[in-house]
């Protein structure tokens, strides 16, 4: 089993508040699934829908995305990978629905990084717009298609940091 070497900072998220969310530009964002689940952890994996449905952004498995500042994500979702604003990381229609955020991690030993190398994080990250979302879980981590946890994964080990 390979090891994360990522530390959890917890932050409060409070939807109705006006105050801005502090994260530092390459931090991976999570959230869980519907009915406040993550799949992924049990023995036999499962998808909790079928292709039909995350075709349609109807699987809410567990989400990640990447914070690349000014308050925008990039992150792989049906149909493909795309940078938007931060809030549209989790709709309103998935918290109803049971979602949670929970917080944001970044690698350990990464507020040491130079800014030279989260910048190559946030441009690599940008190359990848628009490249489809690996709807089969073929070939996750790309580099032509991308899952969200993919994604992210792709992205750390491209600029020499093994997650």
């Not at 998220?13 to 991976?28: D, I, K, M, P, T």
């Not at 030279?116 to 940008?126: F, N, S, T």
Request: some cysteine; glycine content about 8%.
């Amino acid at each position: 089993m390979k090891k994360t070497a990522l530390i959890l900072i917890l932050v409060s998220f409070v939807f109705a508040s006006s105050e801005v969310l502090a994260l530092q530009r390459g931090a991976v964002l999570y959230h869980t699934s519907k009915g406040d689940t993550i799949y992924g952890r049990a023995a036999a994996l499962e998808l909790p829908c079928s292709a039909i449905q995350l075709a349609h952004r109807e699987m809410k498995s567990g989400h990640v995305g990447l914070y690349i500042g000014n308050e925008r994500i990039i992150h792989a979702v049906a149909p493909s990978v795309e940078e938007t604003a931060s809030v549209n990381f989790i709709p309103q229609s998935y918290l109803d629905e049971g979602c949670r955020y929970l917080g944001a991690k970044v690698p350990v030993g990464f507020d040491a990084w130079p800014g030279e190398q989260v910048d190559q994080l946030i441009l690599l990250a940008r190359e990848q717009v628009g490249k489809p979302y690996d709807i089969q879980f073929r070939h996750q981590k790309g580099p032509d298609t991308f899952t969200c946890v993919g994604l992210v994964e792709y992205l750390y080990e491209q600029v020499g940091y093994d997650i």
